[in-house]
C-alpha cells in the first residue's frame, strides 16, 4: 500500500479469492483493502497510539438519514455518554482534499453536530474546532489528543 503521512502500523491483511481484506478491529471483521480503508486502518491506529483515543468510543460506518438518503460516517468517536464528538471524512492519497470534501462532512455534520471534524486524505490532515454558540469554525495546527476531547467535551456537555 501506498506510504502515508502516518507512522506505519502493522495491520492483519489476508488474500481471499482474488481481493486483499484487512481487519478493521473497531468492526471486528475483515474488509476490502482500499486505498481509502488503507488510511482508515493507519489514521485509527494513529489516533489509538498516539492521541489515546479509546478504541471502544469509535465506530465505523456509522450511517445517518440525510435529507431522507441514508449516508455513512466514516468514523465518528463518541463520548462515554455516546454523543458524539467527532466525525473523520477519508479519501484515498490520490484524492485532493478540497472544498468538496468539506461540504460533504459538513451535512454530515447538520446531522450529528460534533465540535470537531476531521478529513484525512492520509497524506495531509485537517482537523477543526466549531463552535455552535459563536458561529464559528477553526482549523487546529494539529489533532486533539483524548484527553482533550474528553475534559472538553465528555463530561460537562
Known sequence: MLPLNLPLYPVKIIQSDRKQLIYDPIRKKNVALTPEEWVRQQFIQFLIHEKGYSPSLLSNEVSIE??????????VLYSNTLKPVL??????????ISQQVFDQIVRYNSVLRVPYIIVTNGLRHFCCHLNYEML???FLCEIPDYKTLKDDYFDAK
Do not use: H
Request: aromatic residues 4%; positive net charge.
Open 66 to 75: 440525510l435529507n431522507g438518503t441514508k449516508r455513512r460516517c466514516d468514523t
Open 87 to 96: 466525525i473523520i471524512e477519508y479519501k484515498s492519497p490520490n484524492v485532493e
Open 136 to 138: 464559528s469554525a477553526s
